[in-house]
């Protein structure tokens, strides 16, 4: 049975306050790293955008331990700062519009790449297709032998 990693358990305002500052500067710094990275590809730079995946997968990962502290010291958060707690809902909605709009933007830049490989296929394989006589086709020509695809992954 694999190990699980010992929660930080909150028995103070001191440590209450302590785990919701950890947790919003892994937040903030995941932020910008999505920030970074959608900028970076809404303008059409994807290597550079998706440059940073090892870090962002670090960050998240951070992260998503933190908020598994949060929720198992929710109580004791409750009690000892809320004010504190309030920030952070605060800061996670906010976190949360920041994420939706990179989906958006990679399932956008994805949806226009896969849009433009499929219409440069479809091109290449209507001229390399035989123009002959017949009744769907009429009278044409025959085209040369279709050339290779090159994609280019220097973009």
Do not use: W
Not at 57 to 83: D, I, S
Not at 89 to 118: P, Q, Y
């Amino acid at each position: 049975m694999p190990e699980t990693p010992d929660i930080f358990r909150v028995t103070s305002r001191a440590g209450a306050e302590d785990l919701i500052a950890s947790v919003l500067s892994g937040m903030r710094e995941l932020e910008a790293t999505l920030g970074a990275e959608t900028a970076q590809v809404r303008v059409g730079r994807i290597r550079d955008g998706l440059a940073s995946e090892a870090k962002k997968g670090e960050l998240a990962a951070r992260y998503l331990r933190g908020l598994e502290a949060v929720k198992a010291n929710a109580v004791a958060l409750a009690r000892f700062a809320p004010e504190a707690v309030d920030g952070l809902r605060a800061a996670h909605a906010g976190f949360g519009r920041t994420v939706e709009e990179n989906r958006i933007v990679l399932a956008t830049a994805r949806a226009v790449s896969e849009g433009l490989i499929k219409s440069l296929s479809e091109e290449i394989t209507r001229a390399s297709r035989p123009m002959t006589y017949g009744p769907a086709t009429g009278l044409g020509r025959s085209a040369p032998a279709a050339a290779p695809l090159v994609v280019s992954r220097s973009l």
